[in-house]
């Protein structure tokens, strides 16, 4: 299976340049064109699949929680790559089970480090360490399970 990081990477990708494109063109088309560039051979790219498809899905909802959060700016506002990459972390907090709350919130953080522009990890783990901090406990998962006791959030 291809590495976590590098599917969450093809995720983003696609996410963007369907996104890009005003939410136009093919999302399987891109997905396949995109992980045949980057994970060229590798057939399991269920969490990338499971990511791209899945944030399209809840797009409505998904977008409902970022304005929620980042209420000073405007949804239109955020970069596109910053916006997807809130997406992606949202979604994967709420509906992504096996992967820890940190580590997601983390992984956010270093793509728009690597990806966005110099503001942009703050601005990334604001906006989800705010929505970490009114999930409850039965939410935020520590390893492979769910956390069932009562955790720091500060």
Not at 25 to 32: H, K, Q, S, T
Not at 127 to 153: A, M
């Amino acid at each position: 299976m291809a590495h976590r990081h590098l599917q969450r990477t093809i995720a983003l990708q696609v996410l963007f340049e369907w996104d890009f494109h005003n939410q136009h063109g093919n999302p399987e088309e891109i997905f396949d064109r995109v992980s045949q560039e980057f994970a060229s051979g590798n057939d399991e790219l269920l969490l990338a699949r499971s990511l791209v498809f899945g944030v399209l899905e809840d797009l409505p909802e998904l977008d409902k929680t970022i304005e929620r959060y980042a209420v000073e700016w405007p949804l239109e506002q955020i970069t596109i790559i910053d916006r997807n990459i809130l997406r992606l972390g949202i979604y994967e907090i709420l509906h992504i089970e096996e992967t820890p709350t940190k580590v997601v919130i983390n992984e956010a953080v270093e793509m728009a480090k690597h990806f966005a522009g110099d503001t942009s990890g703050k601005f990334i783990n604001g906006v989800l360490g705010s929505l970490f901090k009114d999930l409850t406990p039965e939410q935020i998962r520590v390893g492979n399970n769910p956390q069932k006791e009562s955790i720091d959030k500060s």
